[in-house]
């Protein structure tokens, strides 16, 4: 159904036709970047609400429904152009793969679909070029789940195979943690896709983001998460950071590139997850797409590099340059808690400079992430990862002083 008018022009190039939002506080910045490169069509569950000044015009659907984000989609083209597809949500990638073969809009090719979206066929494929990866095996029945985790042995990680929400993965420990493992992740995949086992890698958690250039994607940032031990068994960041000279890069770079061609990945912006083990990188998943927008905003504050804008342009079939200006390093940290807590004081609200390098976003209301509830974010800057860290565990430490004083 419409439930936004259309209030832009057109332009020559089209609507970018963009799949499911999310909160303001972390996706603002992209939705304003994604509307800055022309007109929007939002399509969401819901009708839009802080998202109505970025967007051309709005269709409500049920997203993990293909024939009604197809429908949508049809209603609207019937008397305006589609130039692209975009998504953040992984959920939400085949859909949007599909409209783009649909359409003939730019997009990656099928088998790259399929090679990304189901976590198996990724590691199968890594393996046979010969890129260390995470050595993810398939099961379709808790049996299958078994034996495969007697191969690669415990601690383990138990997930969806092609995940239909975020953060479904599963740590597990020992075998009595097993069957439960299986039946979260076996209920947050897509019919038919079944789940993995891999082994818990030890190391370094990492993401690398690659942008275009004229010799294909090339690594433009990368990232380092540590997971909030509140969550577990699931694994869920807690807090992310990125240094513009990641003494990481030259190991990962190589990894990262040979991943995507691996995958026949050749254009675009991704994202290559992975472990620096003490063997060298082992690759844990591919998207052939940004799935967190504030990390893009914490990307560019570093780099200089525009992703979301990147994203929206190739999505178009369009290019746009990569203009670098690296300077240091910016994180942040998720307030967040395994029970909803009372939000912060209205001292803190007023006054979001919590320490002289840190920004504190307050949320409107908590929300569920996961397993816990999140109520806000802090932004910190600094000159490399060390600092940034040590940065944030003091404004984290402040906040908890308020909240104990309040």
């Not at 015009?57 to 305006?80: G, H, I, K, M, P």
Request: glycine share 6%; aromatic share 4%.
């Amino acid at each position: 159904m419409n439930t936004h008018a259309s209030h832009r022009e057109e332009g020559p190039a089209g609507h970018l036709v963009v799949l499911g939002s999310g909160p303001q506080a972390e996706w603002e910045h992209a939705m304003q970047r994604l509307a800055a490169a022309g007109p929007v069509l939002l399509i969401d569950t819901e009708p839009p609400d802080w998202e109505r000044p970025h967007v051309a015009d709005a269709r409500t659907a049920n997203l993990l429904d293909l024939a009604q984000v197809r429908q949508a989609v049809a209603e609207f083209s019937l008397n305006r152009s589609v130039a692209g597809v975009l998504t953040f949500h992984p959920a939400y990638t085949r859909a949007a793969a599909q409209l783009c073969q649909e359409l003939t809009l730019p997009g990656p090719s099928a088998a790259t679909v399929e090679a990304t979206t189901l976590r198996h066929r990724t590691a199968q494929l890594l393996t046979v070029a010969g890129v260390n990866n995470s050595g993810a095996l398939h099961a379709d029945s808790y049996d299958q789940a078994l034996e495969a985790a007697h191969q690669v042995g415990f601690p383990l990680v138990c997930k969806p195979a092609s995940p239909r929400t975020r953060y479904a993965a599963r740590q597990v420990p020992g075998l009595p943690d097993l069957a439960e493992a299986f039946s979260s992740a076996s209920a947050a995949t897509w019919s038919g896709t079944g789940t993995v086992i891999e082994p818990l890698l030890d190391g370094i958690e990492a993401t690398a983001y690659t942008a275009d250039s004229p010799s294909g994607p090339r690594v433009v940032a990368i990232s380092h998460a540590i997971f909030d031990p509140q969550a577990e068994p699931a694994m869920l960041p807690v807090e992310v950071v990125v240094d513009a000279d990641d003494v990481c890069a030259s190991a990962i770079e190589d990894t990262a590139s040979r991943a995507l061609a691996a995958l026949g990945h050749r254009s675009a912006t991704a994202q290559i997850r992975m472990r620096i083990t003490s063997t060298g990188p082992r690759v844990i998943s591919i998207t052939t797409h940004l799935t967190d927008p504030l990390l893009s905003l914490l990307i560019e504050q570093v780099t200089g590099i525009d992703l979301i804008s990147q994203a929206s342009h190739h999505a178009r079939g369009q290019t746009l340059p990569a203009e670098e200006s690296r300077l240091g390093a910016t994180a942040v940290r998720f307030l967040q808690a395994s029970r909803p807590t009372p939000l912060l004081p209205q001292t803190a609200a007023a006054h979001p400079h919590v320490t002289p390098y840190a920004t504190l976003q307050q949320y409107p209301g908590q929300r569920r992430v996961g397993p816990l509830w999140r109520s806000g974010h802090l932004l910190v800057s600094g000159t490399d990862y060390p600092q940034c860290t040590a940065r944030l565990r003091s404004a984290a430490a402040e906040i908890r002083s308020a909240r104990l004083s309040a």
